[in-house]
């Protein structure tokens, strides 16, 4: 059976101050994302499903609403699915020196878990806007991340991945091409070749492709695709864009539909990133 993991970058409104360009800030959808995770959850519970949340660690700190989501990321543990960190502050990690990379990552996963109790351990990571997408050591180079490694160490997955794994981490959602698949497909457009990106282990830690972003006809042909060639598809996406477009949300709601019905014929399975792995530790 296929297996389909829905991984939502919780951004929490504080990423709408620290963005790269922050500058089309609108209060009123702070207050919108909270409740697009409502309906997500909703959602997850109409289909007995368990999601992935990626969460901006800053939402776990003690702080004033809207930016305190504490009892959204309670209610999200408490529903079964999966808390993985999404930094702190949704940094640009190539541009941290190794000092900030290094607490980013650990201040985030210390809050999360404290946040939760109950002894919860976050093992994931979600890249904050999917950088780098550079990984040296796998042939891949991406000039978008505007720094280079080894002068920052968060220019690279590889060194990422390095630090994560000190802090006890055991996966990380990745976005990469390597250049021979540039020189194939410069723009990007082979559609299986993307969908065919590999689950990646070594030493205990794993890479977690992304196949698909947000709820479009991409995202729906990659549905049937998975179910079709038995494949995992991991499914990137992110409650605030629903108060961003209202197609986005039409768009979820007509790709949940087809879900159901997949899950309903047997063709389809939904589950976290970890329990995918086989990560006993998350959870309760
Ligand atoms: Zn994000």
């Given at each position: 059976m296929a297996k389909l993991m829905l991984v939502w970058d919780y951004d929490t409104p504080i990423a709408r101050i620290t963005a790269?360009?922050?500058?089309?800030?609108?209060f009123e959808a702070c207050l919108e994302e909270e409740a697009s995770v409502d309906f997500i959850l909703q959602t997850a519970r109409d289909l007995g499903a368990k999601y992935t949340f990626a969460v901006?660690?800053?939402?776990?700190?003690?702080?004033?609403?809207?930016?305190?989501v504490r009892h959204v990321i309670q209610k999200i543990a408490i529903a079964g699915h999966e808390v993985a960190s999404h930094s702190w502050k949704h940094e640009?990690?190539?541009?941290?020196t190794p000092y900030q990379l290094e607490k980013t990552i650990e201040r985030s996963k210390f809050i999360l878990e404290d946040c939760i109790?109950?002894?919860?351990?976050?093992n994931g990571f979600v890249l904050p806007h999917d950088r780098p997408m550079s990984w040296y050591s796998r042939g891949a180079f991406s000039s978008g991340d505007r720094a280079l490694y080894p002068l920052a160490k968060g220019a690279s997955i590889g060194g990422v991945a390095n630090v994560l794994q000190k802090h006890n981490y055991r996966w990380v959602r990745v976005n990469y091409r390597p250049l021979w698949q540039k020189l194939v497909d410069w723009k990007g457009e082979n559609r299986a070749m993307r969908l065919n990106r590999k689950f990646v282990s070594a030493s205990g830690f794993h890479f977690v492709p992304e196949h698909t972003m947000e709820f479009g006809q991409p995202t729906l042909d990659a549905l049937q695709w998975a179910v079709r060639h038995d494949k995992p598809l991991v499914v990137a996406g992110h409650p605030g864009a629903f108060s961003f477009r209202k197609e986005n949300l039409d768009n979820f709601k007509r790709f949940i539909e087809l879900v159901a019905n997949h899950v309903d014929k047997k063709e389809i399975e939904l589950t976290t990133i970890s329990d995918y792995l086989n990560l006993q530790e998350h959870g309760r």
């Open positions: 790269t360009k922050p500058y089309n800030y609108v901006v660690g800053f939402g776990a700190e003690k702080s004033v609403a809207p930016f305190d640009w990690l190539p541009f941290l109790g109950d002894n919860y351990k976050v």
